[in-house]
Every structure is written in C-alpha cells, then in structure tokens.
C-alpha cells in the first residue's frame, strides 16, 4: 500500500546520519504490507529495516532510538533467535553487556548449546563482571563443540576476575598451546603472572614481542608494564620507544610504574628513566645520573588504549 503522508512525517530524531537510506528501506517494507494500520505507525518489520538503514552509517553505536526498537522487537517475539541476537550485539555496542547476556540466554534456551553462541555469551559476561556467569558459559561452550583457543582464552580471563589465579593460569597456557602465534592470548597469559605475582615469569611468556617484527603494538606495550613491574624500567623505556618517541615513552612507562605500584607488583623501588633525547631503536642502555627519578604521570600522548593497564584489567584483570 501507498505511504500516508502521517507515516511519512515520523519524528526520526537520529542525529546527523543519513537518512535517504533508511527512508528507501522503510518505503520498500510499507509498499508490501497488507494489514491496515493507524496513521502515523509503521510495521514491525518497517521499523526494523529502518532501524538497519540507519545504523549501517554506525553500526557500532546504535543510538538510543534505534536500540529501543531492538529492545520492542525483542520483547515482543522472545523465541525469535535473530530478535534476540540483534538485542544483544547492539545492546553490547552500546555499553550494556549485562543486557547483552540476557538476551543471549533467551536465544539459547531456544536454540539449545551453540558453541558460537556460547562463546558470545562468555565474553558479555565478562564485560559485564559477572565472572561467575562467564566460567559456566565458557564451560558449556566447551562441551558444545570441538576444542577452541578463545574459550580457555574466556576462561582464563573470567578465573582471573573470580581471583582463582591457579585456573586462570592453567587456562591461559591451554590457550596459547592451541594457537602459540596469537599475541592476545600470550598476552593474557602474561599478564594473569603479573596479577598473580609472577612479573618475571610474565615477562619471559611475552619478551618475543620485543624481537618479533610480527608482534603488535599492543604486545610490546604490555610486555612493557610487565617490564617495569620487574624493575626493567630502561628497557621498558627501550621497548616503548619502538613505537613512539622519547617524551612519549618516557610518559607511558611512568604510568605504567604507577599502576604496577597500584596492584602491588613492582619487585624493586622505582629506577631512573633514560634521558630523553631522540634515539635510534633501541637506545643505548646508558642513563643519565642527573634525570630525576620516575613519577606517576597521567594523560600521556598516544597512548593505546587497548595498552592502557586500567583497560587491561577489569575488576581483577581486564586486559588486552
């Protein structure tokens, strides 16, 4: 049937996204529709297409309207398997993984145990701190289907935040013995020491990433606030200077030594930190006697977020 001018006139209320897109997609839904309907409403399908339209520009951050409609759409049809995953991607988009878990759990009481699934699940929980949640979903992805890295990966991280540093590390090296190349995981691995109270042993798990032309960025910045909780402040310095310059590197193992200091687990007294001049990679191991000792410094330039220790470290251990 032919749009009414009151369903033409909806308030979209979406910001500066484009809307040519999302008014085509919801004039091809109405064109369909056989039922009549108030003046001024549009279909359930209508509005889900529109909302598809206008998320497509964005779709990492659906807006407050937009998630409404997935949270309707959800509510309305509780054994729609698609309603309740499209709820739970935007709803974890949008910061809101406790929600993302309940609906995920709604789709697998429909669905029965899908490892995929599962393992979603997993990771909502864990953004949401419910470690006890996570270690049952990662348990039951784990006897859903065949061996996968990122469930002990999950597993790991969720002992980690439970506190269970024992399981948390057993689970972590599962992981990395599955998939060896994957800097996440050896990463996490690394870091589960460092909260533990293992920083050499964490350094040693992760010190390829400061030889590996392979390693990321994300790598040597973890293997550096390993490497300034084991008191390696210059070569923690030395590292970070591989992908920033002096005053930046200099900045970011401060903070880093903050937090080692914050969790407990600087092994020696804070050191001096190399002069900073502009060096060739690596810089040469001498250290001026007349810099001053290492402060706490906040706000560093160019700092990764996904190296930043406070992301790294959710509740017990959030990491990267």
Known sequence: MKDTPGESRLPFGWGARSLLPAMALAALALMGCAEQRPRGTLSEAARLRLTEAMDRNNPAAPDAASLAVLRDTAARNPSDIQAQERLAQGALAAGFPAEAATALRRALAVSGPVQSRLLELGRAEIRAGNATGAIEAYRQAQAAGPPNPAIFGGLGLAYDMAGDSASAEEAHRRAVAMAPQDWTLRGNLALSLLFAGRAPEGVRALSAAESDNAAPRRARHN??????????????????????????????????QAFAQWVGTVRSPPTRLLPSVEPVVPASPATDPATPAATPASGSPGMDPAANPGDARPRRGRRS
């Not at 008191?231 to 310095?237: I, P, T, Y």
């Not at 992908?243 to 903070?255: L, T």
């Open 223 to 256: 293997l550096a606030l390993l490497l300034t909780a084991d008191g390696q402040m210059a070569r923690a310095v030395r590292v970070l200077r591989m992908d920033m310059g002096p005053a930046e590197a200099d900045a970011m193992a401060r903070d880093f």
